[in-house]
């Protein structure tokens, strides 16, 4: 996936692709025993996750970008446009339930009450095999200094790690050598919206590109600034390093 085009968005190379081809590179990354890293950047990933950038610069590394904040930086900064919207709610789905096997999942993150009720939706309405679990409170905090050697033990295929940014891009990056699963994935809030915590946006909403709003409203002391503030550190980075890569 490395080799394919990117899209350079803040000095991160974001992947030009589409769910299926995502989908089919990341089964087959389980199939031959590869180890992949995906991470899904929104505006606020490239923010937050900034001081990360040349760890992420791996070729085990795959970046794919995630909302329409994306989409108007590579027009912006490039002249260039990404194929299709990538995000976790709706990806990991595709990627789980791709092949009509059930694939064996670690969920890690998230609060306990929430995550239970994840774990059920991925056992009862996906149709996958939870093989353990770790919330992102106290349960991380008992066992954070075997963790690694849980996830290991319950011979997980794919990982999902639920901690926020850059929480959980650092948790990856300190211990992806370690983990044996194949593909282990930053998915942010997405056991919220498994568990029922919190609801998706609308149909029309998305379709419209504005689920980011719809989040907002919902949740404006919380989003606020990322919407604001952040949008505008957002902005400054993808001018920085556009100028940066200009001059070299």
């Known amino acids: 996936?490395?080799?394919?085009?990117?899209?350079p968005i803040a000095g991160f190379p974001v992947v030009k692709t589409t769910t299926n081809v995502l989908a089919r590179y990341l089964q087959h990354a389980m199939w031959v025993n590869k180890k992949i890293t995906l991470f899904f950047a929104n505006t606020n990933f490239i923010v937050?996750?900034?001081?990360?950038?040349?760890?992420?610069?791996n070729a085990s590394?795959?970046?794919?970008n995630d909302g329409v904040g994306m989409d108007i930086?590579?027009?912006l900064f490039g002249r260039e446009a990404f194929k299709e919207n990538l995000n976790g709610t709706d990806f990991i789905p595709r990627l789980l339930c791709g092949t009509g096997e059930p694939k064996r999942v670690f969920m890690l993150g998230g609060r306990p009450e929430i995550l239970d009720k994840a774990v059920a939706h991925v056992n009862e309405t996906l149709k996958q095999k939870v093989v353990g679990s770790?919330?992102?409170?106290?349960?991380?905090?008992?066992?954070?200094a075997g963790?690694?050697?849980?996830?290991?033990?319950?011979q997980a295929e794919v990982v999902l790690v639920a901690l926020g940014n850059p929480m959980q891009e650092e948790w990856i990056l300190v211990n992806r050598q370690a983990l044996n699963a194949k593909v282990v994935v930053g998915v942010g809030a997405l056991?919220?919206?498994?568990?029922?915590?919190?609801?998706?946006?609308?149909?029309?909403v998305q379709r419209l590109r504005l689920e980011w709003l719809y989040r907002l409203c919902l949740e404006p002391r919380r989003l606020l600034r990322r919407y604001t503030l952040d949008i505008l550190m957002f902005l400054l980075l993808c001018r920085k390093y556009g100028s940066r890569s200009q001059k070299n």
């Not at 996936?1 to 899209?7: A, E, H, L, S």
């Not at 770790?134 to 954070?144: A, K, L, S």
């Not at 056991?191 to 029309?204: E, H, N, S, V």
């Open 48 to 57: 937050r996750c900034n001081h990360l950038l040349e760890k992420m610069r």
């Open 1 to 7: 996936m490395n080799t394919k085009k990117t899209i």
């Open 191 to 204: 056991f919220d919206f498994w568990g029922g915590y919190k609801p998706r946006a609308p149909q029309l």
């Open 73 to 75: 930086a590579a027009f």
């Open 134 to 144: 770790c919330d992102g409170y106290r349960g991380m905090q008992e066992q954070r």
């Open 147 to 154: 963790l690694v050697a849980l996830i290991n033990r319950s």
């Open 61 to 64: 590394v795959t970046i794919v």
